[in-house]
């Protein structure tokens, strides 16, 4: 899957949100998103479309708990120290990415790709782990704690296909999906034929059509009810024919991981 962050999930409950709590969530994945090491104010307001005098008050919020740093000489903003207090419990009870360590470092060193682990989080999937191979794909970085569209290419194909069938319908009914890259070229029936051959091989592909030049290979991670709850993902510059070859190494890595987690797998 290509690491873009999804405006366009579900919005469950909007009715119960808090404007402000909103938007300082949003003020907060920008800045999490950015390519350069900090942002200047007028390019967070063009960013998430907000007046100027909104955007101060919520990074100066943030500021005061350490959410957010300012770098007066630069005048600029970046994430703070006082996101890796939030997510130091977090991070410390959640075994997927110690449990799926060897598995990511396996798969990376055979195809001189990167792996990587998802998880599926209300209606996105967040990058918890990976392992890059000796070559670099140049084409696309992949970061811990990366949200993703949650249809987008492999990994979207891997966690619809074991799916029950309401949920992927709910899925199916949103506006914009990424499955073939671009929404324009979602197309239903071709999306059924590869759902089918997702469940028979236990893995999906994607060749160039998110990022033209990276192949991905998929491949589910189920819990203890047996519907996914995260993927295991292998992206690199390898040739389509040796991705397929590799699905059923990524597939077995998937199964492997989910035992370790008490997973139901059939």
Same mark, same amino acid.
């Given at each position: 899957g290509e690491p873009v962050a999804n405006q366009d999930g579900p919005k469950a409950n909007d009715r119960y949100l808090v404007p402000a709590a909103d938007l300082a969530a949003r003020v907060l994945f920008c800045l999490s998103r950015s390519q350069s090491p900090r942002m200047s104010l007028i390019e967070i307001c063009q960013q998430l479309e907000i007046h100027k005098s909104r955007a101060f008050s919520i990074l100066h919020t943030l500021q005061k708990y350490g959410l957010i740093q300012r770098n007066v000489e630069q005048k600029g903003y970046s994430l703070g120290p006082g996101i890796v207090s939030l997510a130091r419990r977090f991070l410390e009870d959640l075994r997927l990415p110690k449990l799926a360590e060897p598995?990511?470092?396996?798969?990376?060193?055979?195809?001189?790709g990167t792996a990587a682990l998802g998880m599926i989080a209300d209606g996105y999937a967040y990058v918890v782990a990976r392992h890059e191979g000796e070559r670099e794909t140049g084409l696309v970085t992949i970061r811990v704690g990366h949200r993703l569209r949650l249809t987008t290419g492999s990994h979207g194909k891997a966690? %619809? =296909?074991?799916?029950?069938?309401?949920?992927?319908?709910? +899925?199916?009914?949103?506006?914009? !999906?990424?499955?073939?890259?671009?929404?324009?070229?979602?197309?239903?029936?071709?999306?059924?034929?590869?759902?089918?051959?997702?469940?028979?091989?236990?893995?999906?592909?994607?060749?160039?059509?998110?990022?033209?030049?990276?192949?991905?290979? %998929? =491949?589910?991670?189920?819990?203890?009810?047996?519907?996914? +709850?995260?993927?295991?993902?292998? !992206?690199?510059?390898?040739?389509?024919?040796?991705?397929?070859?590799l699905g059923p190494s990524v597939a077995k890595g998937g199964r492997d991981l989910s035992r370790l987690l008490g997973g139901k797998v059939d």
């Open positions: 598995i990511l470092k396996k798969l990376a060193i055979t195809s001189e966690i %619809a =296909a074991f799916l029950d069938e309401d949920e992927l319908e709910s +899925i199916l009914a949103q506006k914009k !999906l990424y499955f073939h890259g671009s929404p324009e070229k979602f197309d239903r029936k071709r999306l059924g034929e590869v759902l089918s051959d997702c469940r028979l091989d236990g893995f999906a592909l994607e060749l160039g059509e998110v990022t033209p030049g990276l192949n991905t290979v %998929a =491949a589910p991670v189920f819990g203890v009810h047996g519907r996914p +709850i995260g993927y295991i993902v292998l !992206l690199g510059l390898f040739s389509g024919e040796t991705a397929y070859r």
